[in-house]
């Protein structure tokens, strides 16, 4: 375990080194995806939503969005670390803002370790149990083929977008937390209602 945590630990640290140069922008982005202020929320679905009716209006094909997307991180990658501390100020931070940066990193990693967990447990569920593997797997993909069949792909895109950004917000508020809560506690009832009646 001590390893696992050593490496963990190595991991982030690694990863703040190359994050140092967005570091001002990681950490105004975390403040607006964790709705610092009230307004935050607004701002950034109507941001959303301007993106994706420009691309809705331009109707650009697969390879020039591809090639558009990938230009604008080539230029943020060589401008960002160039401009950031000129429009944020100094370069020296607080000890809270470092704290917070070596959170965001440190959960970042969380993230990656998890992913990778289940891709691994994607593959050893189909080394032990190849047919739940393969009804699972295929099950999944035709309710996904089906689901962009009956919406707009552009739209199902800004959805899948719009709540990957609402996501920390929303965790950070309680929000999640409530809902999952009162969702247990329906089911829980509904578990017991059919006990009751078994008996």
């Known amino acids: 375990v001590q390893g696992v945590v050593d490496q963990a630990a190595q991991e982030t640290a690694q990863l703040e080194e190359q994050l140092q140069g967005w570091g001002e922008v990681i950490l105004a982005g975390d403040q607006v995806l964790r709705w610092k202020k009230p307004w935050f929320p607004g701002a950034l679905m109507a941001a959303t939503t301007l993106v994706f009716m420009m691309i809705y209006y331009l109707d650009p094909s697969v390879l020039?969005?591809?090639?558009?997307?990938?230009?604008?991180?080539?230029?943020?990658?060589?401008?960002?670390?160039?401009?950031?501390?000129?429009?944020?100020?100094?370069?020296?931070?607080?000890?809270?803002?470092?704290?917070?940066?070596?959170?965001?990193?440190?959960?970042?990693?969380?993230?990656?370790?998890r992913i990778i967990g289940w891709w691994k447990r994607l593959f050893s569920l189909k080394e032990e149990k190849p047919k739940m593997y393969f009804a699972s797997v295929i099950s999944s993909l035709v309710a996904v083929a089906w689901m962009g069949q009956q919406v707009h792909n552009l739209f199902l895109t800004y959805l899948i977008v719009s709540f990957l950004l609402l996501l920390p917000g929303l965790n950070q508020h309680g929000v999640i937390s409530k809902y999952a809560g009162m969702a247990k506690r329906e089911i829980n009832k509904l578990l017991k209602q059919k006990e009751k009646k078994n008996e």
């Open 64 to 113: 020039t969005g591809l090639s558009c997307t990938v230009m604008l991180l080539c230029l943020s990658d060589y401008l960002v670390p160039t401009l950031a501390p000129r429009i944020f100020g100094s370069n020296k931070w607080s000890s809270e803002q470092q704290q917070r940066f070596h959170e965001i990193c440190g959960n970042l990693v969380k993230t990656q370790r």
